[in-house]
């Protein structure tokens, strides 16, 4: 198996879950049916499209930076409602701000070269959650930041040893340890159960079940790093 790395990196993203009518939030990290609703977008996949080739990658992040919780306010117009017909609608929705956040992907090298290929040349525009919150860095490595990506190592070895994102990874990191959260067994130690995991990307069948997450603390003191700062 080989692992795919992919950053996120902007001054907002919001990787939403679950949705309660004026009320829009955001998970502290990438969620799965995020990305790879992201990587949809390069590959120019239809919506009606299959996508259990990338549903079955093996997703983690290490948290290179978390940002800030910020919300703002959205107004949308000339929605229906039952009980007054055609109205504007506020929404308070919330994002992350300056957060920093490394992917890996793990699968069949062939697919993740793929993708890499398209991130680097997308079919559709990209973005970090919603339409208008773009990457402030590309998402994809340059030849001379890795050389080689896809790596030929596991996901959690890929995650651990990859320089880091950013030169300030703020107050969250205490002893120079990283929050990292990957896929697992249900029956793992500390597994935590996430509704992110997409079936259906489609209008009509939108679909989501849930997957399983373990988080550790990895030291990255002699990590270096990629386009800090």
Same mark, same amino acid.
């Given at each position: 198996?080989?692992?795919?790395?992919?950053r996120?990196?902007?001054?907002m993203q /919001? $990787?939403?879950?679950?949705s309660a009518?004026?009320l829009?939030?955001? #998970?502290? !990290? =990438? !969620?799965?049916s995020?990305v790879?609703?992201?990587?949809?977008?390069?590959?120019?996949?239809?919506?009606?499209?299959?996508i259990?080739?990338? *549903?079955a990658?093996?997703?983690?992040?290490?948290?290179?930076?978390?940002?800030i919780?910020? !919300?703002? +306010?959205?107004?949308?117009?000339?929605?229906?409602k039952? &009980?007054s017909?055609?109205?504007n609608?506020?929404? @308070?929705r919330y994002?992350l701000?300056?957060a920093?956040f490394?992917?890996?992907?793990?699968?069949?090298?062939?697919l993740?070269? #793929?993708?890499?290929?398209?991130?680097?040349?997308?079919? $559709?525009?990209i973005f970090?959650g919603? @339409?208008?919150?773009l990457?402030?860095?590309?998402?994809?490595f340059?030849?001379? #930041?890795? =050389?080689?990506n896809p790596i030929?190592k596991?996901? #959690? /070895? *890929?995650l651990?040893?990859a320089?880091?994102?950013v030169a &300030?990874?703020? @107050?969250?990191v205490q /002893?120079n340890?990283?929050?990292?959260q990957?896929?697992c &067994?249900?029956?793992?130690?500390?597994?935590e159960?996430?509704?992110?995991q997409p079936? /259906?990307f489609s +209008?009509?069948?939108r679909?989501?079940q849930?997957?399983y997450?373990k988080t550790v603390?990895?030291?990255v003191t002699?990590?270096?790093?990629?386009?800090?700062?």
């Open positions: 198996m080989a692992t795919l790395l992919i996120c990196v902007a001054p /919001s $990787w939403g879950t679950s009518f004026e829009r939030g955001t #998970e502290p !990290s =990438p !969620s799965k995020g790879i609703g992201l990587i949809c977008a390069a590959l120019g996949r239809d919506r009606n499209d299959s259990n080739d990338l *549903a990658l093996k997703m983690g992040v290490r948290v290179d930076r978390q940002g919780l910020e !919300s703002d +306010f959205q107004t949308a117009q000339n929605v229906a039952a &009980s017909g055609i109205d609608q506020l929404s @308070k994002y701000s300056d920093a490394l992917i890996g992907l793990e699968g069949e090298a062939p993740l070269r #793929e993708v890499n290929e398209k991130l680097n040349n997308p079919v $559709w525009p970090l919603r @339409k208008s919150y990457p402030g860095l590309p998402v994809t340059s030849s001379k #930041e890795l =050389p080689v030929d596991p996901l #959690e /070895s *890929a651990r040893e320089p880091l994102l &300030s990874p703020r @107050k969250e /002893s340890l990283l929050r990292m990957t896929e &067994s249900p029956t793992d130690l500390g597994a159960q996430r509704a992110d079936v /259906s +209008f009509d069948q679909r989501f849930n997957r997450v603390f990895v030291d002699n990590n270096g790093g990629f386009n800090v700062f």
